[in-house]
């Protein structure tokens, strides 16, 4: 079981909405003390996050049995980005393939950087967000639902 410590609350930091897909291997809810749980099959393996009432990642450990079986109340679960890579899971609020562009804005000349400019700006304004599962970037909007999916690489984004 992994512990993780809970930061203090960012007001500039932005949550997003998971919820349950049966189709793609996970499920959200909360346990009687209202934790937010996330859970499911990720490969041969059964996992659980469990988060802060808050949303913040608490502990990540393996799961024996029926991963809804975990979850009291199903539901959608609001929490901020993180990220497990001994999980192969996470979220972030930009793609891959911006959040490299922001780590070396100044190897893009000048149009290219206002073209990105644009692009992320509009990414931020739509609400979407990206949901790490098990090797799988899957494009989110504001309410949890999967839009799109592609392997998780780096792949050179369309301008």
């Not at 079981?1 to 919820?19: G, V, Y």
């Not at 990540?60 to 890579?85: H, Q, T, Y």
Request: a negative charge.
């Amino acid at each position: 079981m992994t512990q993780h410590d809970e930061d203090e609350e960012d007001p500039d930091t932005p949550f997003h909405i998971l919820r349950s897909n049966e189709r793609l291997g996970w499920w959200t809810g909360r346990n009687r003390d209202g934790k937010r749980i996330l859970c499911g099959r990720h490969g041969d393996r059964t996992f659980l996050l469990r988060f802060s009432k808050r949303g913040r990642l608490k502990e990540s450990m393996p799961l024996d049995g029926d991963p809804r079986d975990a979850i009291d109340i199903e539901k959608p679960i609001r929490v901020f980005e993180f990220e497990l890579p001994e999980f192969d899971v996470g979220v972030s609020t930009l793609p891959r393939e911006y959040r490299a562009f922001l780590d070396d804005t100044w190897s893009f000349d000048e149009s290219e950087r206002a073209r990105w400019a644009v692009v992320i700006n509009d990414w931020r304004e739509s609400g979407h967000f990206i949901f790490h599962w098990d090797g799988v970037e899957y494009q989110c909007d504001e309410e949890g639902n999967v839009l799109t999916q592609g392997k998780d690489e780096d792949p050179e984004p369309e301008l």
